[in-house]
């Protein structure tokens, strides 16, 4: 069974930056394209970025030039580097595949905050 564990969350100020990182177990990334979602509280999750197996992006509109996504399949690791973040960004953040979704894992919380 797949395991998703995310890390890196935190509180920050207007502006600052943080870096997540997905990794699994009972699985590999590299033939896959990975997501980072989100979900703020109330709302619905929704994607933020993903990346092909060949590490080409995607990004939401709201995050273009601030978020970078990246992998590293030999690590069998994604990482979403966060800048310039804003109070908007303030939710939980889960990675998963793009598509066929694995179960999800627990997130990890990102407020930001002043």
């Known amino acids: 069974q797949v395991q998703l564990v995310e890390s890196g969350g935190g509180l920050v100020q207007p502006g600052g930056s943080l870096t997540l990182s997905c990794t699994a177990s009972g699985t590999s990334f590299c033939v896959r394209p990975m997501a980072w979602y989100r979900q703020a509280q109330d709302d619905e999750r929704e994607l933020v970025a993903t990346i092909t197996v060949g590490s080409t992006p995607y990004y939401k509109n709201a995050v273009k030039g601030r978020f970078t996504i990246s992998r590293d399949n030999a690590k069998n690791t994604v990482t979403l580097q966060m800048n310039s973040l804003q109070p908007a960004d303030t939710a939980v953040y889960y990675c998963?595949?793009?598509?066929?979704?694995?179960?999800w894992g627990k997130g990890t919380q990102v407020t930001v905050s002043s």
């Open positions: 998963n595949k793009v598509s066929k979704l694995w179960t």
